[in-house]
């Protein structure tokens, strides 16, 4: 407690309360859903902003999805996906036609009871969700699985891109989708059919596209993912280094390589900094810096939004 800039996801002014006050004061281009529950029974919050959000059905225009921190800890991923939620409200007039011709969706949350427990004391390094893999009815360093290996797509390709041992980090569960953040997401994921997708991170500073499953293999739409990317020279978020994820490390049953592979969406993950050496997960509780890693994606997030609506030519504010 006691932050300046973080809040849990349940806690009163939290992230869950701010979306319900988000959407209650911007009705009419502002639709907010539960994609479904929690192991401990939390909603799973979406918002979507488009011009005649509630009046029009889910994934009838093209759509973005900006979804953050399924992994516990990475809590600059939360906030920089909150604040662009708060971006486009506050800057409707400017992004009208992008809200005519678009849906943009936020999941600010993926993984909300992990998020809330990196809340409680000595827990800040959380990474997984709150699953009781050895069923003793309390959480301890052997539980979790991790949300980003448990999709159903190359699930357990190989044992170097997760992990079947529960008490690793990278543990990717019983099976398939066999944890309900999982099911939210990827029931999502299915039902809107999203051309772009931002999935938010830390720590980077990195810009990963697909595929992610398997060494030194380029996706059939490489070059629009490129486009968008940037290069070393050039990178699409300033200071960011973008990549072919497997290049990074590989990971089996992540959710940039479902949503390519299983819904055809153009899906990065960008890694954010740590805010200061050293860092690491725990980016500074500093408004400022804070601000500025914001600010730093904005363009790029754009860029994605703008380039839905025909992802073959991408826009590109890198000129
Ligand atoms: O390991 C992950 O799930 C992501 N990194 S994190 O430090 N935030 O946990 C990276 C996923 C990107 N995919 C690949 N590197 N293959
Ligand atoms: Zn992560």
Same mark, same amino acid.
């Given at each position: 407690g006691g932050y300046t800039v973080w809040r849990s996801y349940s806690e009163p002014g939290g992230i869950a309360a701010q979306l319900k006050a988000i959407a209650a004061a911007n009705r009419d281009i502002v639709k907010l859903q539960s994609i479904g529950k929690t192991l401990r029974g939390q909603d799973i919050l979406a918002a979507k902003v488009t011009t005649g959000a509630r009046l029009l059905p889910d994934g009838v225009k093209p759509a973005t999805l900006y979804s953050a921190t399924q992994h516990a800890r990475e809590w600059i991923a939360t906030e920089v996906d909150m604040r662009l939620l708060k971006y486009v409200i506050a800057n409707r007039a400017t992004l009208k036609d992008l809200l005519n011709k678009t849906e943009l969706w936020f999941v600010p949350v993926a993984n909300p009871d992990g998020y809330d427990f990196t809340f409680t004391e000595g827990n800040r390094l959380w990474r997984k969700n709150l699953r009781d893999n050895d069923g003793d009815g309390r959480i301890t360093i052997g539980d979790g699985v991790d949300p980003n290996r448990n999709? %159903? =797509?190359?699930?357990?390709? &190989?044992?170097e891109g997760s992990?079947?041992?529960?008490?690793? &980090? =990278?543990?990717? *569960?019983? *099976? %398939?989708?066999?944890?309900p953040e999982t099911k939210a997401m990827d029931g999502l994921l299915k039902r809107v059919g999203f051309e772009m997708q931002l999935n938010y991170h830390s720590y980077g500073p990195l810009l990963l596209y697909p595929v992610g499953f398997q060494i030194a293999t380029e996706a059939a739409d490489n070059p629009i993912y490129e486009a968008l990317t940037g290069?070393?020279?050039?990178?699409?978020?300033?200071?960011f280094d973008p990549d072919l994820s497997a290049e990074l490390y590989t990971t089996n049953g992540d959710t940039n390589d479902r949503a390519h592979f299983q819904y055809g969406t153009l899906s990065w993950t960008?890694?954010? &900094?740590? *805010?200061? &050496? *050293?860092?690491g997960f725990v980016f500074p509780d500093d408004e400022a810096l804070v601000r500025a890693e914001f600010e730093k994606g904005l363009p790029f997030a754009l860029d994605v939004a703008r380039s839905a609506v025909n992802p073959v030519e991408p826009v590109n504010h890198l000129g």
């Open positions: 999709f %159903p =797509t190359n699930f357990h390709y &190989d044992e992990s079947s041992i529960p008490s690793s &980090d =990278t543990y990717r *569960g019983a *099976g %398939p989708a066999s944890e290069n070393d020279a050039k990178p699409a978020i300033p200071g960008p890694e954010l &900094d740590e *805010g200061c &050496d *050293g860092c």
